[in-house]
């Protein structure tokens, strides 16, 4: 996986090949320390977000779908055969669900009871 990530890396970056080692040092450090964010945090974030995981994500289902729920204009979209590196996985899955997602107006209207938290003026 490094080494898909790394030629991807060198591919783009206007830094350079040299530059890899530092951006992997970062994202090691990032990974021991975080994420820290709870549901709580993403609470008040009153803007819709879409919330995207593979089913098979570094990140536990449980807590995705908790942060999914704790955000009052949240969407969410577990895609099946798909890890943390689903965009490098299927990108026109990520690209249609992201599209789809920019291109409605207004919360999901959807026919049974919802999961995701009320807005605070509701």
């Known amino acids: 996986m490094a080494q898909e990530l790394g030629k991807a890396y060198i591919e783009r970056s206007p830094d350079g090949p040299g ?6 040092g970062k994202s090691f450090a990032m990974f021991a320390a975080e994420p820290t964010l709870t549901a709580a945090d993403v609470a008040h974030i009153s803007s819709p977000v879409l919330v995207v995981s593979g089913d098979d994500d570094l990140v536990s289902l449980s807590h995705t779908v ?3 729920e704790a955000l009052p204009e949240g969407q969410l979209a577990v895609v099946p055969g798909a890890s943390h590196a689903l965009p490098l996985e299927q990108p026109d899955a990520v690209n249609a669900l992201i599209l789809k ?5 207004g919360p999901p209207q959807t026919m049974f009871p919802i999961r995701r938290a009320r807005p605070a003026n509701a």
Not at 101 to 105: C, K, P, S, Y
Request: hydrophobic share 55%; net charge negative; aromatic share 22%.
């Open 19 to 24: 530059h890899l080692s530092e951006v992997f």
């Open 66 to 68: 908790a942060l999914y």
């Open 101 to 105: 997602f920019l291109g409605t107006a």
